[in-house]
């Protein structure tokens, strides 16, 4: 198990954290060295002025009262090392500050000056030359100096461009993912069936070629699905002329047996039928033309032409708002799934519609055999036929694209097709169309009635 980020955006992310607090921790670290260094310079400086001008005042300096002004002016206290020969033998410095300071007063002020440290009275004694006399004078040991809030005036500011710096990463990592976001969007929508937008091809170059490249392809698919529908379309257009013809020949030119010319008449019947599946699926992805439009009626149009023919068939209206619709496609859509109810399924077949707060609902009902769950999915690609436990009453093939011109027509709405099993035996087809309006909750048909 990795605890790396497995997106992109989040290890951009994390890539740029680390080098902002990188880049921040060294910032603070030489701050602080360098500081320390100043530190130590100004306190050196400071010294070897004061121990310069001290021994020009100590030039000719006589008596206890001299040299005890002179320690008053100068925040020392002054005493001839004849006097205090034992001072010589104290500890050298131990804090780096007072070392440092020994090396450069030798430099500056002769060889014979020395250093020395008196630890339990937090003191360090330097000794100089003055007039022939040799003095040690003595200083309070240096403190740690807070140089007026300076390290919390530091630390509040790093704290300010550590936040500044985070925040730009935090866009920066965004902005760089947003064209990797997009173009999974466009793939997982091709990936359901959609038609995605062109992707945009500016950006980095890496970026806009991948982009280049998939809008390509898209164009390509798009135009592999036109030439399909083409295709389809005239093979239906130039088979459907001479069926006709072979109908009126067969009506007009009688026959002395009455069965066999009715058999003709059916299969002819049925092949028109199937190329009029064909057309209807070659004509299902055309969004154009859409209308407001109420939906029951065109539902109870489309039942009336059953019940007109003795099919057994209700329809229970749901007072559907008005929604943008295809009419002539709606109506299809009921067609086919009326028709695959009466034809695998048995009577009584129910239609119900809904209204909702997103989406319209048709659900077709029958008391069939039903269809088994792994087979849906199958059902709904062009060209797949119903099993031979479900297959039609009059023992027709069909052309498997009933369900496949369905599904298009409700994704053509914003919508979709389910398939379910009914309680009780059966399946339910249920169909969502989008209404085009955003409400607090969704209402779905009235339960099934038994």
Known sequence: MTLAPRSLFGRLTLLLVAVVAIATVSMI?????????????????TKIAQLQAMRAALEGAEGRATLGRIGREFGARIIPESERPALAHAGPPQT???AELEQRLR??????????????????????????????????????RELDGAPSRALAWSLAIVLLLLATAYVSARYLARPLRQLNAAVDELGRGGTPAPLPESGPSEIAA????????????????????????????????????LRLGVEMGGGDDPAERAGMVADIEEMDRIVGQFLDFARADDTSGRELAELDPIVQACVDRYVAAGREIGFRPGGVRPLPLKPTAVSRLVANLVDNALAYGAPPV??????????????????????APDDVERLKRPFTR????????????????????????????GGTLDIL??????????????????????????SDPR
């Open 29 to 45: 670290l030489l701050f602080r060295q360098d500081r320390a260094a100043l530190v130590a310079r100004q306190f050196g400086d």
């Open 96 to 98: 780096p500050l007072v």
């Open 107 to 144: 430099a500056e002020l002769g060889p014979g000056t020395e250093v020395r440290a008196l630890p339990g009275r937090q003191q360090f004694l330097v000794r100089l030359q003055a007039g022939g006399t040799a003095y040690w004078a003595a200083f309070p040991m240096p403190a740690p």
């Open 210 to 245: 991948v982009n280049r490249r998939f809008n390509a392809m898209l164009a390509n698919l798009r135009q592999i699905e036109r030439d399909r529908a083409l295709l389809l379309a005239g093979v239906s257009h130039d088979l459907r002329t001479p069926l006709a013809r």
């Open 350 to 371: 129910d239609v119900v519609t809904a209204d909702g707060e997103a989406f319209a609902t048709i659900e077709v009902r029958d008391r069939g055999a039903g269809i």
């Open 386 to 413: 119903a099993s031979d436990a479900r297959a039609r009453a009059d023992g027709a093939a069909g052309a498997g694209l009933g369900l496949a011109i369905v599904e298009r027509i409700a994704r053509m709405h």
């Open 421 to 446: 099993p009914r309680d009780g035996g059966g399946t339910v087809a249920r169909v969502r169309l989008a209404a085009g309006r955003a409400r607090d909750r969704e209402a779905e048909p009235t």
